[in-house]
């Protein structure tokens, strides 16, 4: 029976760089670096956000971008701060898509390797009650 998410791994460019911004955006706590080692494909460095290990190695960037993407829940108070977070490493931020009432706020930017993030402010049981209600609304 599947627990539950092991880790997610992203290939980076460059390890010094995106632990910047793993570090300055989600307070990740980085817990372990490979250094000049391999000890899997390439040099790696291993992160906990809250309980979630992040893991990353060093390899070629995306080529292109896409919707793809790890969504963060956030709280709708802390919104603000986070968008100031990603606006100051002067990140591509996304527009955001057209929303329904109800189903939170999001915050879309992509990293220098071209991983689309996203920060959500809402959960599962808003978004699909938000989306009841505009069924309701629009049905009449």
């Given at each position: ?44 460095k291993f992160f906990l956000i809250n309980d979630l290990w992040i893991a990353i190695m060093q390899g070629d ?5 896409t919707y793809n993407h790890v969504a963060f829940q956030i709280t709708e108070e802390d919104y603000e701060l ?59």
């Open positions: 029976m599947i627990q539950g998410i092991s880790h997610i791994t992203f290939i980076v460019k460059d390890l010094e760089k995106m632990t910047k911004l793993l570090v300055y955006i989600f307070d990740a706590e980085e817990i372990y670096s490979s250094g000049e080692q391999t000890f899997s494909i390439s040099k790696e960037s995306l080529t292109e971008k986070y968008a100031t977070r990603v606006k100051s490493m002067d990140l591509e931020v996304k527009e955001g898509r057209s929303r329904v009432e109800g189903e939170g706020r999001s915050l879309y930017f992509y990293d220098y390797d071209n991983h689309l993030f996203e920060l959500h402010t809402g959960t599962l049981n808003q978004r699909l009650q938000s989306y009841l209600s505009n069924k309701a609304i629009a049905h009449k």
